[in-house]
């Protein structure tokens, strides 16, 4: 009897085009890995080894999948284990030998999971070396920074994008260890208990690039962490995305206005001539909330999932991955372009920073330092001229009142602590807004992008030492 109609339709004929259309690549890889480390160990013989490989070879070439589901076979692995008998006959089901679908698929997601990371990885490490030259280069920009809606203080452009590129690359860092979770060994663990053939899963493991093979034999059939760690991070990146483009939102804002973006970035209404609806942002918003609703998914589905060998952890959840995955890849493109091509309205942030008291805090602190008063008699002081509308005859006669003395400082002096420019200048302490206190903000971003560089480019270079080896090894076999 054949399976269900319906469920044919809706469960084996997708995963059956699934596996055609995005596991090829990784299920060669995976055969031909097994098959030298069957051959090394003795426990196929070397005529079937050079047979098997040359069918392999020949299958790689000549094999037409069918769009259609086939006949007679449940998925892709036994269609091609058909056609492998067609070559070889009952010497094709040596292939299969101390293997099983659980630990050959968990190998195939992994290899897969683990590329689309590498690419994913490499892309944010490129977009972050853009923007490092777009915050080296607004290091001088004003801008005003907002508390709970309200304008707070004075900083810099470079300031600003700095703190979300760190917490990017937070993110980042975070994918880099999960990649270490991915990137282990399933192979060999056979259904759940290994087997009692003396395989060698560290060849298998080194063959393949993974840095060591999954430690134990159940596990590596039923955990998810090699899903729902990358799936995980991935969200997390994207929320801090879409906070940051909902604050560039208000600030390009036509109440707000403090930052802009060129015309070929924002849309103009229909009707209304005077628009210029900086869209991108909401298109990157969108992307990542629907990149994000992926991922979510995958974190989700394993919630109250038996802990056991179950289909939660086979090839129908990677569609959403591998979705969440070009649209993150898509949205960084514009992420970039928006954060490389925004610039700042300098005579509204002066208005707003002078009009909203933005620089205040600065005053309060020099009248600390100036006239050796406490700092909260110095933010009653402050207080009282903001309350005037910043008037400074207000705040010398606060200042009497309070202290009982007039106020040292002349008005130039005043007037030259509240500006935006001293303000930023001032606060030259580590991680602060002037170019002094940037030195160490860049430093400690491009430490953190050479530390994940270089974890990434050495698992790249061993990941190609692999697949030149598997090929030698491979070829070797007859």
């Known amino acids: 009897m054949g399976f269900s109609p319906v469920y044919s ?5 997708k995963s059956y085009r699934h596996w055609a259309e995005t596991f090829l690549s990784e299920f060669g890889q995976q055969n031909r890995a097994h098959l030298v480390m069957l051959t090394k160990q003795g426990i196929i013989d070397s005529e079937t080894a050079s047979a098997l490989k040359n069918a392999i070879g020949a299958l790689d070439t000549t094999m037409k999948i069918p769009r259609e589901f086939p006949d007679g076979v449940e998925d892709l692995f036994f269609f091609y284990e058909k056609q492998l008998e067609g070559l070889l006959g009952e010497k094709a089901g040596s292939l299969h030998t101390a293997r099983s679908r659980n630990d050959m698929d968990a190998t195939v997601f992994r290899l897969y999971v683990r590329k689309r990371m590498i690419s994913l990885m490499k892309q944010m490490l490129a977009m972050t070396g853009s923007l490092i030259e777009k915050i080296k280069n607004s290091r001088e920009q004003l801008l005003v920074l907002y508390t709970h809606g309200q304008p707070a203080q004075v900083s810099t452009l470079a300031h600003y994008l700095a703190s979300f590129l760190i917490e990017f690359l937070e993110g980042l860092e975070g994918l880099n260890t999960s990649l270490r979770v ?9 259904a759940i208990t290994t087997t009692g053939f003396n395989i060698d899963r560290k060849l298998v493991s080194d063959l393949l690039g993974f840095e060591y093979p999954v430690p134990n034999s159940y596990q590596a059939i039923v955990t998810s962490h090699w899903l729902t760690y990358p799936s995980m991070w991935f969200k997390s990146i994207l929320t801090d995305i879409t906070r940051l483009m909902a604050d560039m939102g208000h600030k390009a804002s036509c109440e707000v206005g403090i930052l802009s973006f060129p015309d070929e970035l924002v849309q103009v209404s229909s009707i209304m001539p005077q628009k210029r609806n900086p869209v991108i942002i909401e298109h990157i918003r969108i992307q990542s909330g629907m990149a ?21 952890v086979a090839d129908a959840p990677l569609t959403n991955f591998t979705r969440g995955c070009e649209t993150f890849s898509g949205l960084l493109e514009l992420l970039e372009e928006t954060l490389l091509k925004v610039s700042v309205d300098e005579k509204k942030v002066d208005d707003i920073a002078i009009s909203a008291g933005t620089t205040t805090t600065e005053l309060a602190d020099e009248l600390v330092r ?19 509308g910043y008037s400074l005859e207000a705040l010398r006669k606060e200042f009497q009142s309070l202290v009982g003395r007039p106020i040292g400082m002349r008005d130039s002096e005043l007037k030259t602590t509240l500006s935006p420019r001293h303000f930023v200048e001032m606060r030259t302490i580590p991680g602060g807004p002037s170019t002094l206190a940037m030195e160490s903000v860049l430093n400690s971003i491009e430490a953190k992008v050479r530390g994940i560089s270089k974890s990434l480019d050495e698992l790249v270079k061993v990941i190609a030492k692999s697949e030149k080896r598997l090929t030698t090894e491979f070829n070797c076999l007859g």
């Open 9 to 13: 339709r809706h469960v084996l004929e």
């Open 182 to 190: 991915v990137n282990q060994c399933p192979l060999g663990a056979a």
């Open 292 to 312: 994000s609703g992926d991922f979510q998914s995958l974190i989700d589905l394993f919630h109250n999932v038996p802990y056991q060998d179950v289909n939660e």
């Open 370 to 388: 100036r006239e050796s008063i406490s700092f909260r008699t110095a933010h009653r002081v402050t207080s009282a001229y903001v309350k005037s």
